[in-house]
């Protein structure tokens, strides 16, 4: 049995927080939340609450220096959840965690995003007491956010194939052997979400139920596995960093990861319109539009691809960077995604 977070599922679990929680506290959230649970989680054991406004790591030191308690609640998406991890983590104290929306597999992975002077690093080791995923806090966030989080999981798809080709090829590091246990396990959770597109359409129960127990797998895999990314990502997020570096701007995680799944099952010719007609089921806004870049910025991104990989020196082997990127290919995956080619 893997190592996953405790999680419950349920309603009205932040009414029941101060009474549960270790004393004193603290709560780490963002301000436009708080109004909606500062009466349910203000007690006399509340010591500070602290508004997210930096992930870099000197000044998430600095915080965790001052906050004086026994017991760290995070509230919120990625960010809270996040600097909760890092502040209990530094000061080695008991951490509960509450997402308020699906949109990364953040509250059930082990390090923290943070930033070091502008660079994202994934430090820190920090199992919450739990994870409480109340029904009716996450409909509250926007359903394209909580549809969006199907992105890390739908990688799989594309990261499977990458990981079987660079084994084919001689390619694959020999750290990272092809291993038909992980992919079996990781398929399974990939199905689980895929079988259920229409509740994670509709955000229902099911569906949030279905998607979060997913990305719990997939939050703690990446400590299950050894830190091998193989089993759970590949060449679409190659795609999504190398964007990022062009572009310098903040993404939807899994909105732009769900594109690069797209953009590479077609390069892979791994039956992309499987995979598309999933994404349409289960109504992921992944156009460039929905994003708010343009057609153009995509293609850079794809064709800065081997060049970021170079750069970067850490990534694995994947179809980003053994097949080339040409103008027939970004011509006919731009209609294609777009709908033109029909
Ligand atoms: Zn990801």
Same mark, same amino acid.
């Given at each position: ?10 309603r009205n ?16 959230? $963002?301000k436009?939340?708080?109004p909606?649970?500062?009466e ?6 509340l010591? #500070?609450v602290?508004?997210?406004d930096s992930l870099?790591?000197?000044?998430l ?9 026994d ?5 919120g998406g ?17 951490l509960f965690?509450?997402p ?17 002077e502008g660079?994202?690093r ?6 919450p ?7 009716d806090?996450i409909?509250?966030?926007?359903e394209f956010m ?6 890390d999981i739908?990688c ?11 084994t ?5 590091e ?10 079996? #396990? ?7 979400v895929?079988?259920a ?13 279905t998607?979060?127990?997913a ?8 400590s299950?596995t ?12 190659t795609?999504?960093?190398s ?5 310098r701007r903040?993404?939807?995680h ?5 594109l ?21 089921? $289960? ?7 929905d $994003? ?9 991104g ?18 980003a960077?053994d097949?080339?990127i ?6 006919a995956?731009?209609a294609w995604?777009?709908?033109?080619a029909?």
């Amino acid at each position: 049995m893997r190592q996953l977070f405790n999680t419950v599922y349920g309603r009205n679990l932040v009414a029941e927080v101060p009474a549960v929680v270790f004393r004193p506290y603290v709560v780490i959230t $963002m301000k436009d939340l708080w109004p909606r649970f500062e009466e349910a989680l203000t007690s006399p054991y509340l010591v #500070e609450v602290h508004f997210v406004d930096s992930l870099e790591i000197t000044d998430l030191d600095a915080l965790a220096d001052r906050l004086k308690a026994d017991a760290v609640v995070g509230l919120g998406g990625g960010m809270a959840i996040d600097v909760a991890k890092y502040i209990a983590w530094r000061r080695n104290v008991p951490l509960f965690q509450i997402p308020t929306s699906m949109s990364v597999n953040a509250p059930f992975a082990h390090r923290a995003a943070v930033r070091d002077e502008g660079v994202l690093r994934y430090v820190g080791w920090k199992v919450p007491e739990v994870v409480w995923v109340d029904y009716d806090v996450i409909k509250s966030a926007p359903e394209f956010m909580n549809r969006s989080s199907v992105g890390d999981i739908v990688c799989y798809y594309t990261g499977h194939w990458d990981w079987k080709m660079a084994t084919e090829a001689g390619k694959c590091e020999p750290k990272w052997p092809y291993d038909q246990a992980w992919v079996d #396990e990781a398929r399974g959770v990939l199905d689980s979400v895929l079988n259920a597109a229409e509740d994670i359409r509709a955000v229902n129960d099911e569906g949030i139920h279905t998607l979060m127990e997913a990305l719990r797998w997939g939050g703690a895999a990446f400590s299950n596995t050894g830190w091998n990314p193989r089993p759970i990502e590949g060449s679409e997020h190659t795609f999504f960093y190398s964007l990022e570096y062009l572009t310098r701007r903040p993404y939807l995680h899994g909105q732009i990861v769900s594109l690069g799944v797209l953009l590479m099952s077609y390069l892979q010719d791994n039956d992309p319109e499987f995979i598309k007609g999933k994404l349409d089921a $289960m109504g992921v806004a992944y156009q460039p539009e929905d $994003m708010g870049i343009t057609w153009e910025d995509v293609r850079e991104g794809l064709k800065y691809m081997p060049t970021y990989w170079e750069q970067a020196g850490n990534l694995w082997y994947t179809v980003a960077v053994d097949r080339p990127i040409t103008d027939e290919y970004l011509d006919a995956v731009q209609a294609w995604v777009s709908g033109d080619a029909r």
